[in-house]
């Protein structure tokens, strides 16, 4: 029997979706951040013409400067994720964008940041770093209002315009002319400012005036190019150089680490065994959330649930993993004083992690693997860590 013509028609048309979703999967953007030359990077001069662009943005999309023509005005803001201060005037940018799309104004903003270089240690006030994939989660957790691009391949955009500092405005006439760089205001504290700087110098663009202070000075955390390697080796050398011990805990000791009254810390509690994969294999996580947020009021403590004879085998793990954190072996054989000690309401199975407060109260808490972005983001926003200076 011979195929219908409805049949052919449709075969073909599935045919031609096939190969749509085929061109659509070679088109998605993969970030490859790469070592860039050593340069000097100097900052566009006003009255200098926008260098053009072709950047992956967090939509999906390819933007260029041809893609916002027909604004009047036109603004370029170099953020990142992890930076205090770029976090810090998200909403001033999602309010510009919102207050001035009708007047004519477009606002683009551009991670300048190579992943490659950015440290542990420089992550305390974030939740996520400056990778591609982050900067998406980071515009929809922010709902941003306007491109969100990323340049940190090779920073070529950047390095034309050169930001010194995350955010670095720079506000462009209609003939895209610089006329505006510089800071977004003058007080970084949310709610107590509103962009007052470049508001009076888009509203000059827009009217066709000279902006009255056409460059200001920025404050914020410095550009990572993607030249600046050699100290992000040097940091992890040293970490991996820390001393790891182990010491035994019994249960009041297990009780009295709980409590959290001697640290003044919020305090992350692992409770982990060599001979639990999932354990294991998260660790280095554990580590990273120390040097991440340790050099502030956080710190990482682990707890092993081998037995007590084992003290030898859970240390050779621990500096496996550079466990340069106050490590614990629980003591005693019977484990379940040690399931009553951390949490009664934890029914024993590994891995298990608690976030307390000092004196005992817990913030957060999980049975078995979980996403570690999402305790992140529990750690920055409780009030004694923030994301703001």
């Known amino acids: ?46 009255g200098a013409a926008a260098p053009d662009f072709n950047l992956p943005g967090v939509d999906g999309k390819y933007y260029q400067m041809s893609d916002f023509k027909s604004a009047k005005a036109l603004v370029i803001i170099f953020t990142c994720n992890h930076c205090p201060t770029a976090q810090a005037y998200e909403a001033r940018m999602k309010s510009v964008a919102k207050d001035y799309s009708e007047k004519g104004l477009a606002l683009v903003a551009i991670s300048p940041n190579s992943p490659l270089g950015l440290l542990y240690e420089e992550l305390g006030y974030t939740d996520l770093n400056d990778d591609f994939e982050e900067m998406k989660i980071r515009a929809k957790d922010q709902d941003f209002n306007f491109p969100y691009l990323y340049d940190g391949d090779d920073e070529a955009v950047s390095i034309q315009y050169g930001p010194v500092a995350t955010p670095h405005a720079f506000l462009f006439d209609q003939n895209r002319k610089l006329a505006y760089v510089g800071r977004l205001d003058a007080i970084e504290k949310p709610g107590q400012a509103n962009a007052e700087d470049l508001r ?115 240390l050779k793990l621990l500096q496996s993993k550079f466990s340069a954190v106050p490590n614990f072996l629980f003591a005693e054989e019977d484990k379940y004083a040690l399931i009553e000690a951390v949490d009664p309401d934890w029914n024993g199975a590994l891995p298990y992690t608690i976030l307390v407060e000092p004196g005992g109260k817990i913030v957060w808490k999980n049975q078995g693997t979980f996403d570690f972005y999402a305790l992140k983001k529990v750690i920055v926003e409780h009030a004694m860590i923030g994301r703001y200076f």
């Open 200 to 314: 009076a110098a888009i509203d000059a663009v827009l009217a066709g005036k000279p902006v009255a202070t056409p460059e200001t000075k920025t404050f914020g955390c410095s550009t990572k190019w993607g030249w600046k390697l050699d100290y992000k080796d040097k940091m992890q050398k040293e970490w991996e150089s820390k001393p790891v011990s182990i010491a035994k805990l019994d249960v009041a000791g297990v009780k009295k680490l709980l409590k959290n009254e001697d640290s003044q810390k919020l305090r992350l509690v692992n409770v982990w065994a060599t001979w639990c994969g999932p354990c294991v294999l998260e660790y280095p996580e554990f580590i990273a959330l120390q040097r991440m947020y340790g050099a502030r009021d956080f710190e990482f403590v682990s707890i092993s649930a081998d037995k007590p004879d084992q003290e030898a085998k859970a």
């Open 1 to 46: 029997m011979k195929p219908s013509v409805f049949a052919l028609s449709l075969l073909f048309l599935c045919a031609c979706q096939a190969k749509e979703n085929t061109k659509e999967a070679k088109a998605t953007f993969v970030a490859k951040p790469q070592p860039v030359p050593e340069q000097e990077v100097k900052t566009l001069s006003l």
